[in-house]
Every structure is written in structure tokens, then in C-alpha cells.
């Protein structure tokens, strides 16, 4: 199930509901980017959205064994598309954390999520603010062909 959410105090609420429970100690690397500070470089960033003004919940069945693989492909379909359509996107994660509370489950109720499941991640959407970041050039070493 997907929920669109573009408001941009409850979308402000969701990225600092995301960002509240947000544990460095268990990072496997402490650095990602330079150009783009992340949430992993940068502990003063408190929302976990970083101000998009729209975002969409994935919400999968719980006893559902591929439901972590089936959202992360529905989210990355929603981001090349997004970018196809010339739309920011990022894919957040967290997801459970951030509706494990009473606030997260009074907003499942009031937008109908079912009984039994829970949110696997979210798309944030939005225009960039200047230009478009370039790609990095990939490791060497990484892909090897056998």
C-alpha cells in the first residue's frame, strides 16, 4: 500500500519522526558525500526528509517474506521515473522506526493502512534548488565479470 503525503508540515512531522529514533552506532561507514550532506554526515540535520515537499510511504504485509525486496523495487521504479519526469527523489529508510510510536500508529489508522502491516520506506520527491548534481565516477574493483 502506498500513501502519498504532500503537505508540508506533515511530511516536516514524518522526516522528524524518521530522524527521532535514528541510531549512528550500528552505521557500517561514517562518511557518504561531500556535495550532498546526508543525515549520516551530518547529526544537525533533523529531518530525515530534508524539507521535500512530498513523500510516499511503502507499506507491505508483515508476514510477507519478500516484502522488503518487493517495496525497495517499487521504490526505486518511483525514482527512476521521478527522474524520467525530472523530479528529485531519494529513497529513505527507516521506515518501521519511524511509525513505532503512538503518533505512527494513530496516522496508519486515519489513512487506512491495514492491520498487519508496516512501512518499509519512503520517496522523497521535489525539485532540486540549482543545478543537477553530476555522477561520481564508480570504484574500480567493484564489478567483476566471470
Known amino acids: 500500500m502506498l500513501v502519498a503525503v504532500h503537505d508540508s508540515e ?14 549512528r552506532s550500528n552505521l557500517a561507514g561514517s562518511y557518504v558525500s561531500k556535495e550532498q550532506p546526508s543525515t549520516i554526515d551530518d547529526p544537525s540535520i533533523k529531518n530525515g526528509f530534508y524539507g521535500a515537499p512530498a513523500v510516499v ?3 507491505c504485509q508483515d508476514n510477507f517474506i519478500f516484502k522488503t525486496a ?14 524520467e519526469l525530472g523530479i528529485a527523489s531519494c ?9 513505532a510510536s503512538d ?9 487506512d493502512v491495514p492491520e498487519g502491516y508496516s512501512c518499509q520506506g519512503f520517496v522523497i520527491l521535489g525539485y ?8 561520481k565516477p564508480r570504484k574500480p574493483g567493484r564489478v567483476k565479470i566471470v
Open 70 to 83: 518487493d517495496a525497495f523495487c517499487i521504490m526505486e521504479n518511483m525514482v527512476l521515473q521521478a527522474t
Open 91 to 99: 529513497i529513505i529508510s527507516r521506515g518501521y522506526e519511524t511509525f
Open 57 to 59: 510511504c511503502v507499506f
Open 103 to 111: 503518533v505512527g500508529s494513530r496516522l496508519m489508522k486515519m489513512w
Open 10 to 23: 506533515m511530511t516536516k512531522h514524518l522526516g522528524m519522526m524518521n530522524m527521532a529514533k535514528f541510531d
Open 128 to 135: 532540486i534548488d540549482g543545478e543537477q548534481p553530476h555522477g
